[in-house]
Structures are given as structure tokens and as C-alpha cells.
T-cell receptor, first 118, second 113 residues
Framework: AQKVTQAQTEISVVEKEDVTLDCVYETRDTTYYLFWYKQPPSGELVFLIRRNSFDEQNEISGRYSWNFQKSTSSFNFTITASQVVDSAVYFCALSASRTNFGNEKLTFGTGTRLTIIP | EAQVTQNPRYLITVTGKKLTVTCSQNMNHEYMSWYRQDPGLGLRQIYYSMNVEVTDKGDVPEGYKVSRKEKRNFPLILESPSPNQTSLYFC????????????FGPGTRLLVL
């Protein structure tokens, strides 16, 4: 079984502050993939990043950065110098390697609603 | 333009009236899936399909059916909708597995009275 926990239901920060969204995952597989998706108020789901379990290197993309730590089963997402346009619901997701036939699922966390206050 | 389309985008229906939500992708993707999004529960996978005529249950399949007769289409069928199926539904596709980036449709908001 695989599970993703996003314990932060809602976060509000003032514009230009940094904010970190937490994601903790569970899987018994050694090969797996982690994702972050953004859902702005308009409702669509926007892909942000994909990371496989063998690549623990942190990634930075502009104001966004991701910290992957296998030791704590976490894949946290940090927004630096937040902007109002970052206001959205953010989902973390996990897909494990195919160890059993039929186990081709993608499991999402419950999401974190981020509000950036101008 | 590469995209996943869903129809209808909004639907109000009554309990027990069969309905179908269509999903189509133009990227020749093998993997397609359906999710429902509910407040506080995130996205939960309903059904997925690895290819034509290959489908399997996700985490919340009760009350839903799917079919995959053509690679590009993956309709979601509610044979007898109930109010607890009121939700926001997303279709998604990827090249061949859920371990690749998913391309999501715009969503279908369903209200069952």
C-alpha cells in the first residue's frame, strides 16, 4: 500500500515570505516517483515536478525548490519570496514501481491550501 | 495542441439517472485514469487503464464503471448516481504508467440531487 500525508491543511503567509509545504510518503517499494501539482483557483491541475527515488538531489526552479529526503520519507516544497499568484492548493503524489500486477496507482495527498496575503 | 478534454464540464442530475462523462486525449497515451476530488480528501483514483481493453480499480471504484475501447477515449459511467457521488472529477493521461507526468483534463463538476 502507498500513502501520502500532507499534514498542513491550510497555510497563510504575507507576500514575500518564504513558505514550506510538507509531504510525507509511505511505500514498501524501493523504486517510486514523487510529484507535486498545483491547483490554482481556476481549478486546473498543473504539474510542477517529478522525482524518482534514486535521485535525492534537491532541485531549484526559480522561486521553487524541493527537498527530497529518503531517510525521513519526505518531499517538501519551498516557495521563496512568495507572491499572490502562488495562492493555490498544492498536492503531493506518489506512484510506486510495479511490484505486483495491477498495482499501477497514483496516490495523492489531501492537499495544502496556500494563501498569500498581499 | 496536446490536451485532455472532458465533457460535460458541469452537470446536475437526479439520483438514479444514468450518466456518462467522456474523456479524450490526443497524445496517443496508453495510461488513463479517473479521479474524484472532494474537500479534505484530495484526489482519489477511481479507475485506471493501462491500454485498450485493460482497466483496473483504483481506490474508490464503487458506483462507477469505465471502458477503454479506443486508445484515446476513457469514459466514466455512473449507472445509478447517488448524492454521495457529487464531486469534481478529473480525467488524466500519461505515456504508459502512473510514474510519468500526468496530463489532466479541466474537470467535470457533478451535482447529484
Amino acid at each position: 500500500a502507498q500513502k501520502v500525508t500532507q499534514a498542513q491543511t491550510e497555510i497563510s503567509v504575507v507576500e514575500k515570505e518564504d513558505v514550506t509545504l510538507d509531504c510525507v510518503y509511505e511505500t514498501r517499494d524501493t523504486t517510486y516517483y514523487l510529484f507535486w501539482y498545483k491547483q490554482p483557483p481556476s481549478g486546473e491541475l498543473v504539474f510542477l515536478i517529478r522525482r524518482n527515488s534514486f535521485d535525492e538531489q534537491n532541485e531549484i526552479s526559480g522561486r521553487y525548490s524541493w527537498n527530497f529526503q529518503k531517510s525521513t520519507s519526505s518531499f517538501n516544497f519551498t516557495i521563496t519570496a512568495s507572491q499572490v499568484v502562488d495562492s493555490a492548493v498544492y498536492f503531493c503524489a506518489l506512484s510506486a514501481s510495479r511490484t505486483n500486477f495491477g498495482n499501477e496507482k497514483l496516490t495523492f495527498g489531501t492537499g495544502t491550501r496556500l494563501t498569500i496575503i498581499p | 495542441e496536446a490536451q485532455v478534454t472532458q465533457n460535460p464540464r458541469y452537470l446536475i442530475t437526479v439520483t438514479g439517472k444514468k450518466l456518462t462523462v467522456t474523456c479524450s486525449q490526443n497524445m496517443n497515451h496508453e495510461y488513463m485514469s479517473w479521479y474524484r476530488q472532494d474537500p479534505g480528501l484530495g484526489l482519489r483514483q477511481i479507475y485506471y487503464s493501462m491500454n485498450v481493453e485493460v482497466t483496473d480499480k483504483g481506490d474508490v471504484p464503487e458506483g462507477y464503471k469505465v471502458s477503454r475501447k479506443e486508445k484515446r477515449n476513457f469514459p466514466l459511467i455512473l449507472e445509478s448516481p447517488s448524492p454521495n457521488q457529487t464531486s469534481l472529477y478529473f480525467c488524466a493521461s500519461s505515456l504508459s504508467t502512473p510514474r510519468e507526468t500526468q496530463y489532466f483534463g479541466p474537470g467535470t463538476r457533478l451535482l447529484v440531487l
